[in-house]
T-cell receptor, first 114, second 111 residues
Framework: NAGVTQTPKFRILKIGQSMTLQCTQD?????MYWYRQDPGMGLKLIYY???????DKGEVPNGYNVSRSTTEDFPLRLELAAPSQTSVYFC?????????????FGEGSRLTVL | GENVEQHPSTLSVQEGDSAVIKCTYS??????FPWYKQELGKGPQLIID?????GEKKDQRIAVTLNKTAKHFSLHITETQPEDSAVYFC??????????FGSGTKLNVKP
């Protein structure tokens, strides 16, 4: 069971470039999340999805876009990359329903914008 | 939205000692409080959680306590071992949609 898989693991972007971080899960989880982790700042929620076709903003959505066309995939799009988007990005999923709270995280994608 | 504060940011203990990490939250509606452990180069993993209708929960060497009145909760690790060295995050949620995380505590257990 692969769990939550993120690609790429590392990426360097130039200012103004765009890219997509991929996230896929094989646990048939309804809920999926994108977080960014900056040193000393914990995890900040960018976007989340409660199911295919449904997405909503988190705490820090500016500069990002998401889509959820299937249960398995939740890509994060960065348009016009800026140095402030240098961070480690984590995708997570949760089974949802009732009060099942555990988040399953991927191993992260480290993005540097120069 | 919810604001979760976590202290200390770093904690160094001797192997066998206890470690305590504290978090406070701002939204009295929050009702679920998980703790995650993040090892180097990995994503966070859930180690223990507590719901608002419970004051304390234990799982072997780790325990979590919750004080709803004061809006704070704590992680207690007893008999620490070198493999407990990691970054620990607390979190809170009131609707199980958005989870708000603390800033993390880097625990170093010295052999």
């Amino acid at each position: 069971n692969a769990g939550v898989t993120q690609t790429p693991k590392f990426r360097i972007l130039k200012i103004g470039q765009s890219m997509t971080l991929q996230c896929t899960q094989d646990m048939n989880h309804n809920y999926m999340y994108w977080y960014r982790q900056d040193p000393g700042m914990g995890l900040k929620l960018i976007y989340y999805s409660v199911g295919a076709g449904i997405t909503d903003k988190g705490e820090v959505p500016n500069g990002y876009n998401v889509s959820r066309s299937t249960t398995e995939d939740f890509p994060l799009r960065l348009e016009l990359a800026a140095p402030s988007q240098t961070s480690v990005y984590f995708c997570a999923s949760r089974v949802g329903g009732g009060r099942a709270g555990e988040l399953f995280f991927g191993e992260g994608s480290r993005l540097t914008v120069l | 939205g919810e604001n979760v504060e976590q202290h200390p940011s770093t904690l160094s203990v001797q192997e066998g000692d206890s470690a305590v990490i504290k978090c406070t939250y701002s939204d009295s509606a929050s009702n679920y409080f998980p703790w995650y452990k993040q090892e180097l180069g990995k994503g966070p993993q859930l180690i223990i959680d507590i719901r608002s209708n419970v004051g304390e929960k234990k799982d072997q060497r780790i325990a979590v306590t919750l004080n709803k009145t004061a809006k704070h909760f704590s992680l207690h690790i007893t008999e620490t071992q070198p493999e407990d060295s990691a970054v620990y995050f607390c979190a809170a949620t009131y609707n199980f949609n958005k989870f708000y995380f603390g800033s993390g505590t880097k625990l170093n257990v010295k052999p």
